[in-house]
């Protein structure tokens, strides 16, 4: 399962984080997730669950909040909301539209004591 892998990485970076902190217990975990990426909330919540038992993230709550997808428009020289990868421009139809922002993964807030 790719979100499986993902958790994984996020678990390493905590990981990281606790050498350089020395915590000992993590509480809170906040998740940046790109709607237009290919991760399921529900499937990283759960696969979060089992991946992080017997770590220092064991019985962390993970919160994940969902970044709408962005674009900016060489045509209209505008950013817009994107609701696929490849979408077109939703103001002046425009099919250049590159990607900005959507497509994170990134552990943006841990809390811990
Ligand atoms: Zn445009």
Do not use: W, Y
């Not at 994940?64 to 020289?77: A, K, L, R, T, Y």
């Amino acid at each position: 399962m790719h979100e499986l892998s993902l958790i994984e990485s996020m678990l390493s970076l905590v990981e990281e984080e606790r050498q350089r902190q020395d915590f000992s217990r993590v509480l809170k975990i906040r998740l940046d997730v790109g709607a237009l990426g290919h991760a399921e909330p529900d499937a990283l919540l759960f696969c979060f669950d089992a991946a992080a038992r017997g770590t220092i993230a064991d019985g962390a709550t993970l919160t994940i909040v969902m970044i709408p997808g962005e674009g900016n428009c060489p045509d209209c020289h505008r950013i817009v909301l994107l609701d696929h990868r490849f979408g077109d421009c939703p103001l002046c139809g425009g099919i250049q539209v590159r990607m900005t922002a959507g497509d994170e993964l990134r552990l943006a807030e841990l809390e811990v004591e």
